[in-house]
């Protein structure tokens, strides 16, 4: 689809809540370019770059991640879309960032994904991996044929470290205390529309609902 006028966007949600599924939406479904906060990292990181090498020695370290430094990371690659329409995934994580983020770009919309907690941990510690080729079963509704064991090698299958009850229970809340900060900010701007629900299939129609009124300018005849 091609958008006729500038469209910012911020998505926000817990690990587990769908937020991947419905930023793929958006994309596909809007034509917004996505920048994801953990691949820029990541690709810095792996690229030694003078911002990635700072950051490398800052998670070695156990520190988290300056704010300007995290700013200046992601502004970079924003600036580098030009005119571009875009979906932010994974920034702004502070308040001093949010605010960083509307001196430097207009946010026209937050999307937030409110899943109850108890759900996504049970989404999580449902899940359940084959490391070698890194196939993802889940026992609530994509379990493996045997309990415990890879479909096509047979293997033991593992739970990663993120995935383990009690993981889960310290980023979700780790999650909730950085966050909903920020959640407040964008709120008192009137530019947060939260979305609360626990199945990503049936929140994603009130999604897409509410970015076609936000957006009545696209042109839908376009593929």
């Known amino acids: 689809m091609v958008?006729?006028?500038l469209f910012r966007a911020v998505i926000m949600g817990p690990p587990g809540s769908g937020k991947g599924t419905v930023s793929e939406r958006i994309i596909k479904s809007f034509g917004l370019q996505h920048l994801s906060s953990g691949d820029i990292l990541r690709r810095n990181i792996e690229a030694k770059t003078e911002l990635?090498?700072?950051?490398?020695?800052?998670i070695d370290q156990g520190q988290l991640v300056p704010d300007d430094v995290?700013?200046?990371l992601i502004f970079r690659d924003l600036r580098g879309l030009g005119q571009s329409s875009w979906l932010l995934d994974g920034f702004p994580r502070t308040v001093s960032q949010a605010e960083a983020l509307d001196?430097?770009?207009?946010?026209?919309?937050?999307?937030?994904?409110?899943?109850?907690?108890d759900i996504i941990k049970?989404?999580?510690?449902?899940?359940?991996?084959?490391?070698?080729?890194?196939?993802?079963y889940n026992?609530?509704?994509?379990?493996?044929?045997?309990?415990?064991?890879?479909?096509?090698?047979?293997?033991p299958l593992v739970q990663r470290e993120d995935d383990l009850p009690e993981?889960?229970?310290?980023?979700?809340?780790?999650?909730?205390?950085?966050?909903?900060?920020?959640?407040?900010?964008?709120?008192?701007?009137g530019v947060l529309e939260s979305f609360s629900g626990t199945e990503t299939n049936k929140i994603w129609p009130h999604i897409e609902a509410f970015l076609h009124r936000k957006l009545p300018s696209i042109n839908e005849n376009v593929a």
């Open 139 to 155: 026992t609530d509704f994509n379990p493996p044929q045997v309990h415990g064991f890879d479909d096509l090698t047979g293997e």
């Open 122 to 136: 049970q989404r999580l510690t449902c899940r359940w991996t084959h490391l070698p080729s890194g196939r993802v």
């Open 167 to 189: 993981t889960v229970t310290r980023r979700l809340k780790s999650y909730e205390n950085q966050t909903e900060p920020v959640l407040e900010y964008y709120r008192s701007k």
């Open 52 to 58: 990635g090498l700072l950051l490398k020695a800052c």
């Open 103 to 117: 001196d430097a770009f207009v946010v026209d919309t937050v999307v937030n994904l409110d899943v109850p907690f």
């Open 70 to 72: 995290m700013s200046r």
């Open 3 to 5: 958008l006729q006028r």
